[in-house]
């Protein structure tokens, strides 16, 4: 089969396509001719983790390739995203949050052994080419810095946010595990944070939706940290202290034009304050 065959994708997103696969009620998530053919494999290794730890997400089927890009088989997941719920009954934004931070502690529940350490990682992110505007000493303080934080054995989703959990009758789903890293908890959350308060809304959305959005984000946000914190006793502390290497993270992953000024800014003021 190639890529013509497949017709048109029923959803885009950066990294993928996602088509209807004609057989078994399977969809095919179609990764960019850019994207590391590592992440279908990791995504393929983090479905089968998260299942067997009981976290709620759909099974995958396994590899195929079309015209040279990598390709995952999964199921069809079934219901709304949460985004998609809010914005046909805004009365549901609050208690689309709460069940957000519910299903967010259900990945870190359980520990694991899989996956590289976010620490590990995060060191290895900054030479990376996104990170060439810090010299050898920031880079060196920055490491020193990551290595500091608290170890971890727990799942890290690391793309967890409202547009990848699905909710179906009592039912929950959590989709998109191609960025998962295994560490402290708290550090998913702050990456969570960054996603839902910092990350670049669609490209082209119209001022006053942008305005809309980060409104709605915002009682997003503060609904979520408020429900996780409840459930977990997590502080503010321990989510803050992430909050440079989910920077790195972002910037090493998705050099995004739109946010590259902002945070690089912001790791050099991290830099500086930091003793």
């Known amino acids: 089969m190639n890529r013509a065959e497949l017709g048109e994708p029923f959803a885009t997103g950066r990294s993928a396509e996602i088509f209807t696969w004609p057989e078994n009620d399977w969809v095919l998530k179609l990764f960019e001719p850019d994207y590391p053919s590592e992440s279908a494999d990791l995504e393929q290794q983090s479905i089968d983790e998260a299942l067997r730890l009981g976290v709620p997400t759909i099974a995958g089927h396994g590899r195929v390739e079309v015209d040279g890009r990598p ?132 490209p082209g959305t119209p001022l006053l939706k942008r305005i809309l959005v980060q409104r709605i984000r915002g009682v997003v946000l503060s609904t979520h940290l408020t429900q996780y914190k409840d459930l977990t006793g997590l502080s503010d502390a321990a989510i803050d202290a992430w909050r440079l290497p989910v920077l790195v993270l972002r910037m090493s992953t998705l050099d995004i034009d739109s946010e590259r000024d902002r945070m690089q800014a912001e790791v050099r003021e991290i830099l500086a304050v930091t003793p």
Request: without cysteine.
């Open 71 to 202: 390709g995952l088989l999964l199921d069809r997941v079934r219901g709304d995203s949460l985004t998609k719920q809010a914005e046909r009954n805004p009365l549901k934004i609050r208690s689309g949050a709460r069940a957000l931070a519910t299903t967010h502690v259900l990945v870190h529940e359980s520990p694991t052994a899989e996956f590289t350490e976010i620490r590990e990682a995060t060191i290895a992110a900054l030479d990376t080419a996104p990170m060439a505007f810090l010299d050898q000493a920031q880079k060196a303080k920055a490491a020193a810095l990551i290595g500091g934080l608290p170890p971890g054995d727990r799942m890290l989703h690391l793309d967890f946010h409202t547009e990848n959990v699905f909710i179906a009758g009592d039912a929950y789903t959590i989709l998109d595990w191609q960025t998962t890293l295994r560490g402290d908890p708290a550090a998913d959350v702050a990456m969570t944070v960054l996603l839902i308060r910092d990350a670049e809304l669609w």
